[in-house]
C-alpha cells in the first residue's frame, strides 16, 4: 500500500521559514514525481512546486525565489523549504504523487502577519 506522510507544519510569523518533510512507502520513490499542493481556507486546492525523479523542478509563480523543493531518494523524502513566508502562504500542504492519484493526509501551516 502507497502512503505519504508530511510534517513540519506549523505556526510561524511572516517572514518566517518552514521546512516540510514527506515521507513515502509502498512504492519505488526514485522513478516518481513528487508535487507539493495547498488548500487555503474556502480555497481550491493548488500546485505549489514539483520535483521529477531526474531532478527538475517547477514552482508556482507565487513561490518562485522563496520555496525550495528537493529530494533524497535514499530516504524515500521529499522536503520543501519555504522562506519568506506570507499570510497567503496559510493553508495544509499535501504531498502527492499525481501519476497515480496519492496524496497524503496533509500538514497545516499557518502564517501570521
Known amino acids: 500500500q502507497v502512503q505519504l506522510v508530511e510534517s513540519g507544519g506549523g505556526l510561524v510569523q511572516a517572514g518566517g521559514s518552514l521546512r516540510l518533510t514527506c515521507v513515502a512507502s509502498?512504492?519505488?520513490?526514485?522513478?516518481?514525481?513528487m508535487g507539493w499542493y495547498r488548500q487555503a481556507p474556502g480555497k481550491q486546492r493548488e500546485f505549489v512546486a514539483s520535483?521529477?525523479?531526474?531532478?527538475?523542478?517547477n514552482y508556482a509563480d507565487s513561490v518562485k525565489g522563496r520555496f525550495t523543493i528537493s529530494r533524497d531518494n535514499a530516504k524515500n523524502t521529499v522536503y520543501l523549504q519555504m522562506d519568506s513566508l506570507e499570510p497567503e502562504d496559510t493553508g495544509v500542504y499535501y504531498c502527492?504523487?499525481?501519476?497515480?492519484?496519492?496524496w497524503g493526509q496533509g500538514t497545516l501551516v499557518t502564517v501570521s502577519s
Open positions: 502527492a504523487i499525481r501519476r497515480i492519484d496519492v
Open positions: 520535483i521529477a525523479r531526474g531532478g527538475n523542478t
Open positions: 509502498g512504492v519505488i520513490f526514485v522513478i516518481n514525481d
